[in-house]
């Protein structure tokens, strides 16, 4: 009459590693885009029975390095921006992605699929004003350049990303020409010289949260911002505005560092985050475009037009190229620090 009971302790006992292997560590860059994926993502996998643990970094890479290299990797699911998928993909730092496990590869969008991770969401660098503020709305990055016009500060993201693109569709190039104009010597001549004329009125930003702040304060008349954080700004009273017109989108995507010893759970959690139902639940959060093309019409018209994704705002709009930036960001960089410098 003893023995089931024991039996049933020992069951007990022999459960409990299957209980503390179904704990999946997740690794975002926290904020409002953090707090959304915790609504549209975390919450329900942990339905499922699995506890997710949210880890908060900036994209530091080392640290995915530091871990793969030594064999100690403690986090399962990684979010991480377009540059660090290729990098981290060719360096042996994440594990391939198994897209039998996840969705065709149809329903996504085409720079979605990677071989080491897949896009999760779309977001953009776009042009933000405060409409308090500003009665008349720019229109075009001419518009931005224009002080006489729009008398004031321009903030800008300090560094040369975004910024050469936008400089040179203020004096013109065409979207689908940018890339091309801007790997020749002239082209990025003319990209700095478009931005020493707006030099005296730049005010430079370094994190996303300072651009709605900026504009706010009365700081600058205009600003380049990350489309999600002037959402959320508004989703706190501050009537601050979006000009899609040649904004420049780009995507992050869930990576698995290779070693995890959760594998298979990533993968679920990958799967049912990738799924059109659960993106198109995170646009209700935060104003990130979907990476599943079947999310699109799952989402509400009046959610649909304040993403970068919405047929209106992508019209015009510019993917960011990681290629071209691997190719020549660093003699870019070096060139934006010394004339930034001067």
């Not at 039996?7 to 690794?27: E, F, R």
């Not at 979006?242 to 298979?264: Q, S």
């Not at 985050?273 to 209700?284: I, M, V």
């Not at 970068?308 to 060139?335: C, H, I, M, Y």
Request: charged content about 25%; proline content about 5%.
């Amino acid at each position: 009459m003893k023995l089931k009971p024991l039996l049933i302790a020992i069951a007990g006992v022999l459960a409990l590693p299957v209980l503390a292997q179904s704990t999946l560590t997740v690794v975002n860059f926290g904020g409002a885009n953090g707090a959304a994926q915790k609504k549209a993502y975390f919450e329900p996998f942990e339905k499922t029975g699995a506890k997710v643990v949210q880890v908060e970094y900036n994209g530091e890479q080392a640290k995915i390095k530091a871990m793969v290299e030594a064999k100690k990797v403690s986090w399962d699911v990684v979010e991480v921006e377009s540059p660090d998928v290729s990098r981290g993909c060719d360096e042996g730092l994440f594990e391939k992605m198994d897209w039998s496990k996840l969705a065709p590869k149809a329903d996504f969008q085409s720079a979605a699929v990677h071989e080491c991770g897949v896009g999760t969401f779309i977001w953009s660098t776009v042009m933000a004003y405060n409409a308090d503020k500003l009665k008349v709305a720019p229109v075009t990055w001419g518009d931005f350049w224009d002080t006489k016009k729009f008398p004031g500060k321009r903030g800008m993201r300090k560094g040369p990303r975004y910024n050469l693109e936008f400089a040179l569709m203020a004096d013109g190039v065409a979207p689908a020409d940018i890339y091309k104009v801007l790997a020749t010597k002239d082209g990025a001549d003319r990209a700095f010289k478009k931005m020493t004329e707006l030099k005296p009125n730049i005010q430079f930003w370094e994190a996303g949260a300072q651009p709605p702040q900026f504009l706010v304060a009365g700081d600058v008349t205009m600003t380049t911002a990350y489309n999600g954080r002037i959402d959320a700004a508004q989703r706190e009273g501050k009537n601050l505005a979006i000009t899609w017109t040649g904004g420049i989108y780009d995507l992050d995507f869930w990576v698995m560092p290779k070693g995890t010893p959760n594998k298979e759970l990533a993968m679920k959690f990958i799967a049912m985050a990738s799924s059109a139902n659960e993106q198109a639940e995170y646009t209700k959060h935060i104003s990130y475009g979907p990476t599943n093309n079947k999310a699109l019409p799952k989402i509400d018209a009046k959610v649909l037009a304040l993403l970068p994704t919405s047929p209106a705002n992508v019209k015009t709009a510019l993917q960011f190229n990681t290629v071209f930036w691997a190719d020549q960001g660093e003699a870019l960089e070096k060139r934006f620090a010394a004339w930034a410098a001067q």
